[in-house]
């Protein structure tokens, strides 16, 4: 709800009415409202097979066989659980992918340095350990400078400890860029601790769309983590 946010100056990257998809006879997503704000972290936690990664998609524009409407204002970029590099180019190659030429290489080098890996940009996908793969996936997204970060399980293969780093990337990279995040996950602690809105998919809809209000990383000096990073 609009209200709930604080300071928030503006308004929808994504206003979605009405979304239905339909695979078959089987009605994944029948009748979904959804509105992400600039700026905001919203989770979208369900049950596996709920329809999650199919209205990621949808939003994305991944998926065009739905019925309804969604506007998007702004630009998108996408991270899966799998970060899906192409193994015979280079990691700056990867992140750079798609971009034209020019700059790319210089911000492809920027973007790795932001998630930590300016160490690893001419080391093959094969060689980076899975938390560095996702990181540059996360760069792949960031040198897209998106308004909108929509991301799908991201840390669902990641152990514990890496995990806790990648949140805390996740929420420095949203501090400095402000996009707006849409978070799927199937882990609701995770979605209380990093999102401003947690929305639930149930049943083709979206069920509870419940603000947190209990203290979240993003609202201290750093996340709480910090003693545990050190381990890692
Ligand atoms: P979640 O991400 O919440 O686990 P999905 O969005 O992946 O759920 O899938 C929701 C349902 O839609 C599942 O029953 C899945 O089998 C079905 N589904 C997803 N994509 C397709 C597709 N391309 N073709 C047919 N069925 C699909
Ligand atoms: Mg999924």
Redesign the pocket.
């Known amino acids: 709800m609009a209200q709930d946010v604080p300071g928030r100056v503006s308004d929808a990257v994504v206003a979605a009415r009405g979304v239905r998809r339909v695979?078959?006879s089987?009605v994944?997503l029948d009748g979904i409202d959804l509105t992400l704000h600039s700026g905001e972290i919203v989770a979208l936690v369900?049950?596996?097979?709920?329809?999650?990664?199919?209205?990621?998609?949808t939003v994305a524009g991944l998926?065009r066989g739905h019925e309804g409407r969604i506007d998007v204002d702004g630009s998108v970029a996408v991270a899966f659980q799998e970060p899906r590099l192409l193994p015979w180019k280079r990691v700056h190659r990867n992140v750079s992918l798609g971009l034209p030429d020019g700059d790319g290489k210089r911000r492809a080098i920027e973007a790795l340095g932001e998630v930590n890996l300016g160490h690893r940009v001419d080391a093959w996908p094969l060689t980076l350990s899975g938390g560095e793969a996702q990181r540059v996936s996360l760069a792949r997204a960031l040198v897209r400078e998106p308004d909108l970060l929509l991301l799908?399980e991201p840390f669902g293969a990641l152990d514990a400890l890496t995990r806790i780093t990648a949140y805390e990337l996740l929420i420095r990279l949203w501090r400095r860029h402000g996009f707006a995040v849409l978070l799927?996950t199937?882990d609701v602690e995770e979605a209380v601790l990093l999102a401003d809105r947690v929305l639930v998919?149930d049943d083709g809809r979206i069920a509870h769309d419940v603000a947190v209000t209990a203290p979240r990383p993003r609202q201290r000096a750093d996340p709480g983590v910090v003693a545990l990073r050190t381990q890692v």
Do not use: M
Request: hydrophobic share 30%; net charge neutral; no cysteine.
């Open positions: 695979f078959g089987d994944v369900g049950r596996s097979g709920s329809g999650k990664s199919t209205l990621l998609r998926d799908d799927v199937h998919l």
